[in-house]
């Protein structure tokens, strides 16, 4: 038999399972992984949903009798204080504002639930789909194994790809329940409670209008603190200075509120002439650089941080160093830390390099530089 043959045989079902293999691997892997997580998930929300639904009857109860105190003291005005009065709306208003923040997150929990039951049903089926097609492919795979040693080299390069849009989702959901966590402690909760004072603005307009003044400038002062923080988040989502002045003065102002915000002290330097980039190569080195300071808050126990960034026509560079404990590199990537595969991914999508040089004791600097190209 012509083994020229039956090379062709073989290179044209390797170029058969190099096309399909992503979806194949794609399916097998994030289908049972998924449905674990969807399982436990589940689980978690479930118990958060019976938990929030006793606290939201429990506070239902407070709330009747809060607003039958304050009843029998707005009816019995005569008889009872300033301080009382003010005291009995006050704390109408604190559980009238817990309970208005507790019945939106049951109502949010029992929509995840919803959701993910959903989502545990599909998973089911498209892990069942996933197992035939993965033995699908063991099957060809074991016939073919003499002649597909470089296919293995392949697979691990998927799984690596694979790897990185995990942590390229799990960085997302993690940011969005962040902004989530954010919105929800600070502006949602400022809001409610602006409405309740300027309902109470009403009454003092009714009963006591020479404390009108003093509670609107206070409501004012609340207000403009509310907008601040409206303002910082909108910041962390897309630092306008990055589109208006560009890189350097939007990495002076997060290292400014980096370091106000936690204590670390920050130095941002740079060498070469200041200048603008496209905007994906600016995002990339703002949001490695973002990245870095996470890790340094989170992990590093740092006292100080210098960011070098050095600009030039042909490339653009950042240095990212910290005094802070170190650790040790390959353990770092072993198990499972999505952030420096995350900012190796950013690199990479425009053809850059990162390195991270590290050890127990000895601090971390992270290099990045990223080469600008033509067109």
């Known amino acids: 038999m012509d083994t020229s043959l039956l090379d062709k045989i073989i290179k044209e079902t390797i170029d ?23 399982e436990q998930e589940l689980q978690q929300v479930k118990n958060l949903t019976t938990t929030v639904i006793e606290q939201v009857d429990e506070l239902e109860v407070e709330d009747k009798n809060a607003r039958q105190r304050l009843m029998i003291v707005s009816r019995n005005i005569k008889c009872y204080g300033e301080e009382d009065i003010k005291r009995a709306y006050e704390e109408a208003n604190n559980i009238q504002i817990k309970l208005i923040l507790l019945r939106e997150k049951e109502k949010q929990l029992r929509q995840r639930r919803d959701e993910l039951e959903i989502r545990h049903r599909d998973l089911v089926k498209t892990a069942e789909k996933a197992e035939k097609l993965v033995s699908q492919v063991g099957v060809a795979m074991n016939y073919l194994a003499s002649n597909l040693e470089n296919i293995w080299i392949e697979v691990d390069k998927l799984q690596l790809q694979q790897q990185y849009g995990v942590a390229v989702i799990k960085a997302q959901e993690e940011e969005r329940r962040r902004i989530a966590r954010g919105m929800h402690d600070g ?11 300027a309902e109470y603005c009403q009454k003092l307009q009714e009963k006591k209008p020479e404390l009108l003044t003093e509670e609107l400038i206070s409501l004012q002062e609340y207000a403009r603190e509310t907008l601040d923080d409206v303002r910082k988040i909108i910041f962390d989502l897309r630092p306008m200075d990055l589109d208006d002045l560009g890189l350097f003065p939007a990495i002076r102002r997060y290292a400014a509120d980096f370091e106000t915000k936690y204590g670390i002290k920050v130095e941002v330097l740079s060498r070469g002439q200041p200048r603008r980039y496209f ?15 996470n890790n340094v808050q989170k992990h590093s126990e740092a006292q100080n941080v210098r960011i070098i960034i050095e600009f030039s026509p042909l490339a653009l560079s950042a240095r990212i160093i910290d005094d802070g404990k170190g650790f040790d590199l390959k353990n770092g990537f072993e198990i499972g830390h999505f952030g420096l595969r995350g900012m190796q991914e950013w690199a990479q999508i425009l053809q850059g390099t990162l390195q991270i040089k590290t050890k127990p004791s000895h601090g971390t600097t992270v290099s990045v530089r990223i080469p600008i190209h033509e067109g």
């Open 187 to 197: 502006p949602a909760q400022s809001l409610a409670n602006i409405v309740l004072r």
């Open 16 to 38: 058969h399972i190099e096309k399909s293999k992503e979806q194949i691997f794609d399916i097998a892997e994030n289908a049972r992984q998924e449905c674990k997580r969807v």
């Open 279 to 293: 905007q994906a190569l600016e995002v990339t080195i703002f949001r490695i650089i973002q990245e870095a300071l």
